[in-house]
């Protein structure tokens, strides 16, 4: 069973060139939240250097935190002005952390009580209300990428959040040729997989947020399924030995995880930000693929 893995690059990691030599590897992504301590060009072109392709992975109407919440403060700030009903849940920590949202101003988000612990900016804010409006798609990180991607000639686009056939026409009209991979993480997206994946490019099923989106845990499973249907060479991603990132034993669950969804049709993963931070990890895991799919 051929089996591919995109493999998340810490961009200034020095063990990039090791994972990205292992025979399952067959593209990088860099997730632009991560903090850069080089111009985008210059990270761009590093990681283009490694003689495989590189997703660039932009937020668009993804909600990440915009600054620190530190408690028992309730003040949130998120990276786009949002519109929604209230009260209404917001999470936190992939869906680990729950409050009620009482009032919105533009990008202000007031709690009914503060978070539990230190949120950092980049963060993922989950509010889960079927009226939920976001003003925009591309932020200005996303953009200021475009522009250093169309200099140097990448085209490859990671697009979070797709949800209309709109976001990708938004980024080929920035970058020309763009060749969009989107990654299906709310029941809208779901919803426009269902009606229509024409002028949508390769789907992902991104788990992390998709869990937390779908509102009742078992829905994940539909919801996967849904995605390969829809698109017999999708992408899976999120949620990939996470265990992995802590222990070097593999939790079974995560094994079986791994197995049904080989057994849906899936034969490229993405492996994400946790377990791809350190090289033991990030080896760990590509090997435990292979394994996986051997067996």
């Known amino acids: ?39 985008v060009p210059e990270v761009l072109a590093r990681l283009s250097g490694f003689g495989l392709p590189l997703w660039v992975d932009l937020k668009g109407r993804q909600l990440r935190l915009a600054s620190a919440a530190v408690p028992p403060f309730t003040e949130v700030r998120v990276s786009h002005r949002i519109r929604v009903p209230v009260p209404c849940d917001v999470f936190f920590r992939d869906g680990r952390e729950h409050a009620r949202l009482i009032a919105v101003d533009g990008d202000r988000l007031i709690l009914d009580d503060g978070p539990r612990r230190v949120l950092g900016p980049g963060e993922s804010v989950n509010v889960v209300h079927p009226a939920l409006e976001v003003e925009g798609t591309l932020t200005p990180n ?70 937390v989106e779908v509102r009742e845990p078992h829905r994940i499973a539909g919801a996967v399924r849904e995605v390969i ?45 946790e377990i791809c931070l350190h090289r033991e990890s990030a080896l760990a895991a590509l090997n435990l693929l292979a394994a996986v799919a051997r067996e």
């Open 142 to 211: 996303d953009l200021a990428f475009l522009d250093a991607m169309k200099a140097l000639g990448l085209h490859r686009v990671l697009l979070s959040f797709v949800e209309h056939v709109e976001d990708v026409a938004e980024v080929q009209e920035r970058l020309p040729g763009a060749e969009v991979a989107c990654k299906i993480e709310s029941r809208r997206g779901l919803a426009l997989v269902r009606r229509n994946v024409d002028g949508l490019g390769r789907l992902v099923a991104a788990r992390g947020d998709l869990y």
């Open 229 to 273: 249907s829809a698109d017999p060479e999708a992408w899976v991603a999120s949620r990939i030995f996470p265990g992995l990132a802590h222990d070097p034993v593999p939790a079974c669950p995560e094994i079986g995880d791994v197995a049904w969804l080989l057994s849906l049709g899936y034969r490229t993963f993405l492996l994400g930000d």
């Open 1 to 39: 069973m051929e089996v591919r893995a995109i493999l998340t690059v810490p961009p200034h990691a020095d063990f990039v060139a090791e994972v990205a030599a292992h025979p399952l590897v067959a593209g990088l992504r860099l997730n632009t939240v991560m903090p850069l301590a080089a111009p």
